[in-house]
């Protein structure tokens, strides 16, 4: 079956300008997580979804990043203003919703920051 | 606060050696744990899960027990082939929201 899916794959911009990555779970995955990747930070969640509510926002690194989730299936994340600390690889990960169970990542976004 | 400590890379083996990458984590709540592997230009997938003391993950080979005492979740292979050549996180959840806490990955690399 289809797994998790980001989109863009990469995506370039400048200093200042806000972009939006998207991300498809696997279909009736009820749990959603943001994660990004980072040669200076590692591996770092950014915000934890169950259905469309986000329960766990304690990863996004400043007000400039949101994120929502709608029909409890696609979400949204968005970077305004984007600085070139931001440049990263954005993951995406779903799961049915039992936190024992194995999270299923998306290819990521690649975003660099100009 | 919560974390995981794994040892820093690179590790660069022969091909058939014995392979231990260790990695320990903050022991707070009862959080399950796992291995991800991420080869080269490939997405983050899973290796191999514990969810409770004493248990063992095992996958292709390679193994990791669930210590509570030592707060360790070692991952071991017997003999390691080129294609094993990776990234390797250990990863702990948090009990309440299920999201992954990771180590800072080891690259391992086997020569043939």
């Known amino acids: 079956g289809a797994g998790v899916s980001q989109s863009p794959s990469n995506k370039v911009t400048e200093k200042g300008k806000d972009v939006e990555l998207r991300c498809d779970p696997i279909?009736?995955?009820?749990?959603l997580y943001w994660y990004r990747q980072s040669l200076g930070q590692g591996l770092e969640f950014l915000i934890y979804?169950?259905?469309?509510?986000?329960?766990?926002k304690s990863g996004l690194p400043s007000d400039r990043f949101s994120a929502e989730r709608t029909g409890g299936s696609v979400s949204t994340l968005t970077i305004q203003r984007t600085q070139q600390e931001d440049s990263a690889v954005y993951l995406c990960?779903?799961?049915?919703?039992?936190?024992?169970?194995?999270?299923?990542f998306g290819p990521g976004t690649r975003l660099t920051v100009l | 606060g919560d974390s995981v400590t794994q040892m820093e890379g690179p590790v660069t083996l022969s091909e058939e050696a014995f392979l231990t990458i260790n990695c320990t984590y903050t022991?707070?709540?009862?959080?399950?744990l796992f291995w991800y592997v991420q080869y080269p230009g490939e997405g983050l997938q899973l290796l191999l899960k514990a969810t409770k003391a004493d248990d063992k993950g095992s996958n292709k080979g390679f193994e990791a027990t669930y210590r509570k005492e030592t707060t360790s979740f070692h991952l071991e292979k017997g003999s390691v082939q080129v294609s094993d050549s990776a990234v390797y996180f250990c990863?702990?959840?948090?009990?309440?929201?299920?999201?992954?806490?990771f180590g800072q990955g080891t690259t391992l690399q086997v020569k043939p």
């Open positions: 979804f169950q259905g469309n509510s986000a329960p766990d």
């Open positions: 990960a779903s799961t049915r919703g039992d936190f024992h169970n194995e999270q299923f």
């Open positions: 022991a707070t709540g009862y959080p399950s």
């Open positions: 990863a702990r959840t948090l009990s309440n929201t299920g999201k992954l806490i």
């Open positions: 279909s009736g995955h009820t749990a």
